[in-house]
């Protein structure tokens, strides 16, 4: 079978369960600032790539790598270099 | 949120490659429509695997259900549809998620548009609308690839023949079978725009399947003039499996 790129390419709610295991709180509904074009957009809108060593997140508007995210070993390791803020409810979760 | 085991109290064919399990939890806090969990399987030498599956059940059903299809080449769906048997434990945890929900208090009509599988979430959504007596307005745009690879077909009809304001259209992309009524093709702009409110009235508007058909549906709804911010969409493909 060939898989396409796009049949690779998700979205934030597939990463809903890794995120709340970070954050301990819902952060699908939680709003990210992009590094790259300052676009705001929920967590569940963003492009997913699950086929990495780890979870690569890009902004739908530009394309920038806002996350990166590997979970092996025991750790975390977690690269938020492209996502300029992060604003959640405190009640969330 | 912790894992834990559910007992899988029954399971019901819904398609020749989709099986809903219904499963006890102890620990269930209550879910909302459109909600998953993550299931995760382990192998005797310790190897863990997670998939996320979507909740099919509305909130107010006395049992979780989660509807599964089976990828021939997945690691955890062809356990799951066809060898797990009642009685069995399932390990997850959830629910998971709070961007892709729809509550019955919202008063938008409401516009779900699925492919495949991607009906499940918005099977939640229905029974939740179905069990409060919702009367607002729903439509249901629903792909599959024919007439047996419909998931609720049974339970659809029922529903939309109550006559309080759900109306389902079909549009099946392989084959038909003699005499169906319903579209013959991908979902496309046409389609969207017989079968989705006027942009006027301002529905809410939910799209949940494989990311081609969820990306093409959701550009054709914002070129066809409806607000980009009242679409959601969700996207799956096989690492589903």
Redesign the interface.
């Known amino acids: 079978?060939t898989?396409q790129q796009?049949?690779?390419?998700?979205?934030?709610?597939?990463i809903?369960?890794l995120l709340?295991?970070i954050f301990t709180m819902?952060m699908?509904?939680a709003e990210g600032t992009c590094a790259g074009c300052h676009k705001v957009h929920?967590?569940?809108?963003v492009e997913v790539y699950?086929?990495a060593p780890g979870v690569v997140v890009r902004c739908p508007a530009c394309g920038n790598v806002q996350m990166r995210i590997v979970k092996g070993g025991g750790r975390y390791w977690l690269d938020l270099s492209g996502i300029r803020s992060l604003q959640f409810s405190a009640e969330?979760g | 949120?912790r894992w834990q085991f559910g007992t899988v109290h029954e399971l019901v064919r819904e398609t020749p490659r989709v099986s809903s399990l219904v499963l006890d939890a102890a620990d269930w806090s209550g879910h909302l429509a459109g909600q998953?969990v993550?299931v995760r399987l382990t192998a005797d030498d310790g190897y863990q695997t997670?998939r996320?599956y979507s909740i099919g059940s509305a909130p107010e059903a006395m049992r979780l259900e989660i509807t599964v299809e089976r990828l021939d080449?997945g690691e955890v769906s062809p356990y799951l549809v066809g060898e797990v048997r009642p009685g069995d434990k399932i390990e997850f945890?959830?629910p998971?998620?709070?961007?892709?929900v729809w509550k019955a208090s919202d008063d938008r009509p409401l516009l779900l548009v699925a492919g495949g599988s991607g009906v499940v979430p918005l099977m939640a959504m229905i029974r939740h609308r179905a069990a409060l007596r919702s009367m607002t307005p729903t439509r249901l745009l629903y792909s599959s690839r024919s007439e047996e690879d419909i998931i609720y077909r049974a339970e659809l009809e029922r529903l939309s023949a109550l006559g309080d304001g759900l109306t389902v259209a079909h549009t099946l992309t392989r084959s038909r079978p003699p005499g169906w009524s319903g579209y013959t093709r991908r979902i496309d702009r046409a389609m969207l725009e017989e079968v989705a409110w006027p942009k006027v009235q301002n529905p809410i508007i939910f799209v949940c399947g494989?990311?081609?058909l969820v990306?093409g549906v959701a550009r054709n709804l914002v070129d066809a003039g409806f607000d980009a911010a009242s679409i959601?969409?969700?996207?799956?493909?096989?690492?589903g499996g």
């Open positions: 079978m898989v796009s049949d690779l390419k998700l979205d934030g709610n597939a809903a369960g709340r295991e819902e699908t509904t929920a967590v569940g809108q699950m086929n969330s | 949120m998953h993550d997670e996320s080449d945890r959830g998971i998620g709070g961007y892709f494989p990311t081609p990306e959601k969409t969700e996207r799956f493909g096989p690492t």
